[in-house]
């Protein structure tokens, strides 16, 4: 057998990635025309290329590194507990101490009596298992018809093909012929694209009864739950308007609607709360979580069951789902010490008291740019959206471009931001201080000249 030649330069991981790996979300014609950028190494909130270059991660890895790169505590807790216990199921009545543990830690931190987990290993797989909970419980309620789940346009809950029918992407629909049946999706809350001339107190509250006619329109005997994500993540960083959760909660109390929080965004600190739920005071059956449970160190998902439908289920006899890696104990230990440190070190308050509040200042200088047409935050999540026209919201044709060359401007200059259409999303480590911050908003302002000069020259 010839061995395999050690591939240590840049050129040649690109060649043997592009010749194997087929990445996700990407058009890979295009991305084997320039390669593949070759993330080495990180730490703190700097990632490092194999060709030496240093970038500021504003991105967080895809919004989960929360507590920052390079904390050997995880490491740690991963190697010892490999030591003790590599793996084990949690089939066939058993379980692992690291399991139990978290069980417990999780039950304590999350609101509004969940008291129950269900583990697997992404967001995605979390919101197919509360897929197959809310069918399970409607059934054993005696309501078989009570199949669709309504969630929003510009949703995202994953990319299996029942998550992916959860969430609201038209290109993902598009790609796999779905949704699948039993899915529907209303309009978004999303005021500074669609709101118009409308308040967002009063948009808030048109956007929410459009579940309240959805309902009325499939037939409430025939509507199980309403999913959607705090503030929506991947469509944009959309923060509702505050009427907005009060509504959708009176009128899934009204038509008996299980209601689903997907934090796998917005958990574990990322809005300057422990979980998005308690900003907007949502009282959910479910809550989906996922990356910021272990900063992305490891996989790792967990589904919180609120004690109504957890009571039922645990009374109903078998329930026939669950993953080979369901609660592993390596993934749950260093969830545990990922939980330890932002409690020990009150990452959490931090961000809600000091570092958020001085990114949303410094946010908010960036009004002015000739580019931006408004900037918008919570904790360390937000936007910033690129306009054509300030004053009347008009955004670039075609639709998308300019977020683009944007985001490669960044790439350039040692930032990592992501664009979503002509939209900028930033959620960074919470590990962030003020340093980082300047350094960022230095960074991002550089960005939005670079691509206002491409837009000039283009006109």
């Not at 944009?236 to 505050?242: L, S, T």
């Not at 471009?401 to 259409?421: Q, Y």
Request: aromatic share 8%.
């Amino acid at each position: 057998m010839t061995a395999l030649p050690l591939r240590n330069t840049t050129a040649d991981w690109q060649a043997a990635d592009s010749a194997h790996h087929l990445h996700p979300f990407t058009d890979h014609a295009e991305l084997h025309r320039a390669g593949p950028r070759i993330i080495t190494r990180a730490e703190g909130s700097y990632l490092i290329d194999s060709e030496g270059r240093k970038l500021l991660d504003a991105f967080a890895g895809l919004w989960c590194v929360n507590i920052g790169y390079g904390r050997k505590e995880l490491a740690k807790a991963a190697y010892e507990q490999m030591l003790e216990l590599p793996y084990y199921n949690t089939f066939f009545k058993t379980s692992t101490p690291p399991a139990v543990d978290l069980s417990r830690v999780l039950s304590e931190l999350a609101p509004n009596r969940m008291s129950h987990v269900f583990y697997g290993v992404s967001g995605s797989d979390a919101n197919d298992t509360i897929a197959r909970m809310v069918r399970q419980y409607w059934n054993l309620m005696g309501k078989p018809a009570k199949k669709t789940i309504i969630s929003r346009v510009n949703g995202y809950h994953g990319s299996t093909m029942v998550s992916a029918s959860l969430g609201g992407m038209s290109y993902m629909h598009a790609h796999a012929d779905l949704p699948l049946p039993g899915f529907s999706h209303i309009m978004q809350p999303y005021w500074y694209g669609l709101g118009g001339d409308m308040t967002p107190e009063a948009f808030g509250l048109k956007a929410a009864r459009a579940l309240e006619e959805r309902i009325e329109e499939l037939g409430p005997e025939h509507c199980a739950a309403f999913i959607g994500e705090p503030i929506q993540g991947a469509g944009g960083v959309i923060v509702p308007p505050d009427s907005y959760w009060p509504e959708i909660q009176r009128i899934c109390k009204k038509y008996d609607l299980l209601l689903i929080a997907d934090e796998v965004i917005c958990g574990f600190g990322r809005t300057g709360h422990w979980f998005a739920s308690e900003m907007f005071a949502i009282k959910a059956d479910f809550m989906t979580l996922a990356k910021g449970i272990t900063s992305g160190y490891v996989p790792l998902s967990a589904v919180m069951i609120g004690d109504r439908v957890a009571e039922v289920l645990i009374d109903s006899g078998d329930f026939s789902h669950g993953y080979t890696y369901s609660g592993h104990p390596v993934a749950c230990a260093v969830a545990l010490e990922n939980i330890r440190i932002l409690r020990e070190e009150k990452i959490v308050e931090r961000v809600h008291d000091e570092t958020g509040p001085y990114l949303a200042k410094r946010l908010a200088e960036l009004d002015d740019h000739p580019l931006v047409g408004e900037t918008r935050l919570r904790g360390f999540m937000g936007a910033i959206e690129l306009v054509k026209d300030k004053k009347t919201r008009k955004t670039f044709e075609p639709l998308g471009d300019v977020g683009t060359l944007c985001r490669d401007h960044c790439f350039e200059i040692g930032l990592v931001m992501r664009a979503t259409r002509d939209t900028m999303l930033i959620s960074p480590p919470l590990s962030w201080m003020n340093a980082e911050i300047d350094h960022f908003m230095a960074l991002t302002r550089q960005a939005l000249d670079l691509t206002l000069a491409d837009v000039r020259r283009r006109s």
